[in-house]
């Protein structure tokens, strides 16, 4: 099964950016899509933002431009930039791979934004 790690996570300020990375032990292109997923406390997992094989990208509704999903299959890494962070998006972000039917989940990273 593949590992997925993820890491960039910390605290930023209202405004800020952070650019999050999720790295896999296994060959990523093989995926029908690469996402990353967010959990706030007391509140349910959403969507982020996925980028499926053939390359085409969504977003969740509150993203707005703000964060830009991409992936680079030679280092089996997929990465989310994120912008003009407000406080709500502060939660753990999760890195998810969909694979024949199976999803595979990293541990998560800790976003934290200031007002």
């Known amino acids: 099964q593949v590992q997925l790690v993820e890491s960039g996570g910390g605290l930023v300020q209202a405004g800020g950016s952070l650019r999050l990375s999720c790295s896999a032990s296994?060959?990523?292109?093989?995926?029908?899509?690469m996402s990353w997923y967010r959990q706030a406390p007391g509140t349910e997992r959403e969507m982020v933002a996925g980028?499926?094989?053939?390359?085409?990208?969504n977003y969740g509704d509150f993203v707005q431009g703000r964060f830009t999903v991409s992936r680079d299959n030679r280092k089996n890494a997929v990465y989310l930039q994120m912008n003009s962070l407000k406080p709500e998006d502060t939660a753990v972000y999760s890195c998810?791979?969909?694979?024949?039917?199976?999803?595979?989940w990293g541990q998560g990273t800790q976003v934290t934004v200031s007002s």
């Open positions: 980028i499926i094989s053939a390359g085409n990208k």
């Open positions: 998810n791979m969909a694979l024949g039917g199976h999803n595979c």
């Open positions: 296994g060959d990523i292109g093989r995926a029908t899509a």
